[in-house]
């Protein structure tokens, strides 16, 4: 069998051009590495005095490939790519567009000009892998735009597009016609090589350093590799090139083993696995152009405001004048704050606006394609919406309920068309949450399940697909994690000491900070719908909290005491007396519990519950796990999420601490058998 070479050279017109052709975004495998050394090698030897390095499929190169990061490096590595361009006597131009990331930004950089389509994006998006550029990178780009404004492209993993980057001197010129024509062009008039690495750092202000580093060793806590970029950008003004690129190497190959390079990567496939519908012959497509949102409370203007953002037509119902103003408000503030900010300009922020249709009347709803429910969590009064919207609804339009915990089977039984119904579960603030459950009830069609993961694509969000079961996957084993972290109350913790150690793991909160964030009286409402039997092991320090009017942040009071204005929490003596109570009445002795005894009993907490869910067939993927996890609860994202955490555990130990969680959950206690999450893939 001839293996043909993903990088082909050819002379067109005086100029060699080299072609990437490796689907889909081109990213530089071994074979390309090969290839590109050999198209180099060629062109040298030819009489063509300019070459032209060009990506097929629309793009120029999106990186290093990022599935041999796990494998031990074969042939030559990608810095022997660069210095092979860099060492090329006779010039090469890079013709950019579509994705110019990471190592294909090092190679455009190794390269003597760069020219750069308008819609080209350029970063070194590395450090979002858990590494740092390891092809030059940390040694070029300072010397080509000084350090702080390196280490803000670097650390804060940013994506400029073409303007911003010329602007930078990244890219000597950036065109809006065919690439490969103007790149030609521009590379017949150059005559000698220059190189970047050539180059003298830039001298700034130290000031403007020091304020570049401060921004990022915050977020460097728990992230080696941006601990590392930091150090390796400085050392570019310090060190000759070859120093630095040595150290450069040394640190790739070191951060690329690192578990957050693991857990990082892990998630990236992932996110793109979630995204994909199932493979199944071809269904035919509902289009979604006109969504109705129903409902204009807070959920329902994010949902209405995240719609917006991605340009559908939206029409927003509601059934009351007073609440309907109220939303309509809030969604027109939103886009005045988003202008005064910097982040929409006035015309982009009145495009949004111009797809926006508020009503009272039911009869516009024939004209959506999907409709979205997002009234109060009670099943009668969502049965009743449903009832109301099959009749006034497109025969084919898609009825969602934008449930959290309710049955998507019994709210489709309302319709007359319960194949056309889903749950779409959006996250608060929806507008800015990632996470998106699709709940594919019983009778939903593969067609409306189809259009729905669409649907969350053109949101930008990760559509995870889980069964209908009670709270699906995210909140489902959310409330396990919470009730153990209950639990520990009455055990001896308190609730700073447990929020202090699940935030010192990396969670963006502690459980006891959110529940007071998002209002105790709504676990309070949805704890006395749930039966409690004697054996179950029930903490009522929520509820009395709640008979006490200690509603959360709003209230001034929950499991904390706020002042200043409700943004400092502090601790209630009335919030320990009453935890001491439960203590007591259940006659447990209080015992201090530290923080890596409370990380553990809430990571296996979830791993159990994440079991159960897989055997259950609640969520497809053990992976779809962590994205829920990652994208709607603030579990850090360094730490891969819940199953990835558990992978890097010792299988029998595991096993046997979370059947010691058992002693602490009473009789209701299921104990999952997790070897599901080690054996399922990904
Ligand atoms: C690096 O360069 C380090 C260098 C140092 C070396 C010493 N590798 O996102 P999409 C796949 S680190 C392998 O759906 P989009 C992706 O998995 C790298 N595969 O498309 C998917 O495959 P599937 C630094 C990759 O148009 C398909 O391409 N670079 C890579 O929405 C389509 O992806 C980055 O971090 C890769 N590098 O967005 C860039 N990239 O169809 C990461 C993508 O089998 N990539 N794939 O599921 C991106 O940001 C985006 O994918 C995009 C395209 C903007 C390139």
New binding site residues.
């Given amino acids: 069998m001839v293996l043909i070479s993903p990088v082909q050279g050819q002379v067109k017109q005086g100029v060699y051009v080299i072609t990437l052709d490796n689907p ?2 081109n ?2 495998s071994i074979s390309v590495r090969r290839g590109l050394i050999s198209a180099v090698n060629d062109f040298e030897q030819s009489n063509a005095q300019v070459a032209v390095l060009v990506g097929s499929n629309g ?1 120029f190169i ?6 041999e990061f796990a494998r031990t490096s074969d042939g030559p ?3 022997d790519v660069v210095r092979v361009i860099e060492n090329c006597k006779k010039p090469i131009v890079a013709a950019l567009q ?2 110019v ?4 930004l ?1 190679v455009a950089l190794a390269c003597d000009a760069r020219i750069a389509h308008v819609d080209t ?1 350029i970063g070194l ?2 450090v ?2 858990g ?1 740092i ?3 030059g ?1 940390t040694q070029l780009l300072p010397r080509r735009i000084g350090i702080s404004r390196a280490i803000d492209i670097i650390c804060g993993a940013q994506r400029l597009s073409a303007e911003e980057a010329k602007h930078l001197r990244l890219v000597d010129s950036v065109v809006c016609s065919d690439i490969l024509v103007a790149a030609n062009l521009f590379a017949r008039n150059i005559e000698h090589k220059s190189s970047v690495r050539d180059e003298l750092v830039p001298n700034e202000d130290p000031a403007l350093i020091d304020q570049a580093i401060n921004r990022y060793t915050k977020l460097g806590r728990c992230r080696p590799a941006i601990a590392k970029a930091i150090d390796l950008i400085q050392a570019a003004a310090r060190l000759p090139i070859e120093e630095g690129l040595v150290l450069e190497s040394a640190a ?1 190959l070191e951060l690329r083993k690192s578990q957050e390079a693991q857990a990082l990567r892990h998630l ?2 992932a996110e ?2 979630c ?2 519908p199932p493979q199944t012959k071809e269904v035919a497509p509902i289009p979604i152009n006109t969504v109705c949102v129903i409902g204009a409370g807070t959920m329902g203007t994010g949902i209405a405001i995240c719609l917006l953002d991605a340009e559908f037509s939206v029409m927003l119902l509601e059934q009351d004048k007073e609440a309907l103003d109220k939303g309509e408000e809030r969604i027109f503030s939103h886009y005045q704050k988003q202008v005064e900010t910097g982040k929409l300009s006035p015309v982009e922020a009145s495009k949004c606006l111009s797809h926006l249709l508020c009503s009272l009347n039911w009869e516009e709803l024939a004209k959506a394609d999907l409709v979205i429910e997002a009234v109060y969590e009670d099943m009668l009064v969502k049965q009743d919406v449903f009832k109301k919207i099959d009749q006034f609804a497109n025969p084919n339009a898609i009825l969602a309920t934008n449930t959290s915990y309710l049955s998507v089977d019994k709210i489709a039984l309302a319709t007359t068309r319960p194949k056309r119904v889903i749950g779409l579960h959006f996250f608060s603030p929806a507008n800015v949450m990632k996470l998106l459950e699709i709940v594919n009830a019983k009778q939903t069609c593969l067609e409306t399940l189809h259009a729905v993961i669409a649907f969350g694509n053109r949101l930008n969000k990760y559509p995870v697909v889980t069964k209908d079961s009670f709270g699906f996957i995210g909140n489902r084993i959310y409330n396990a994690y919470r009730t153990q972290c209950e639990f520990m109350l009455e055990d001896g913790a308190w609730p700073e000491e447990v929020d202090a150690a699940l935030v010192d793991f990396g969670m963006a909160m502690g459980p006891f900070t959110v529940a007071d964030l998002s209002g105790l009286d709504i676990a309070w409402r949805m704890r006395k719908t749930q039966r409690k039997n004697q054996e179950t092991r029930y903490v009522d320090i929520l509820d009395t909290l709640c008979e006490l009017g200690r509603f959360g942040r709003k209230t001034s009071a929950g499991y904390y005491d706020y002042t200043n204005g409700k943004k400092q929490a502090n601790t209630s003596e009335l919030v320990r007396q009453i935890i001491e109570n439960a203590s007591q009445r259940r006659r447990i002795k209080r015992r201090t519990l530290n923080s890596k005894h409370i990380q553990n009993r809430a990571l296996l907490s979830m791993v159990n519950e994440a079991a159960l869910l897989m055997r259950e067939g609640v969520a497809q993927r053990a992976s779809d796990i962590d994205v829920v996890f990652v994208h709607g609860y603030g579990f850090p994202r360094w730490q891969g999420g819940p199953v990835f955490w558990a992978r890097q555990q010792d299988r029998q130990q595991l096993q046997s601490d979370i059947a010691g969680l058992a002693e602490h959950g009473g009789n209701s206690f299921v104990l999952a058998d997790i070897s599901i999450l080690f054996e399922s893939s990904p």
Avoid: C, N, Q
């Fill in positions: 889909p975004v990213a530089i793009t999106a990186g290093a490939d990022i599935h590595v990608l810095l579509g994705a990331l990471g190592g294909g090092e994006v998006p590395e979002s892998l590494i550029p390891g092809a990178g790739f990236f496939f793109k696995t995204r994909k």
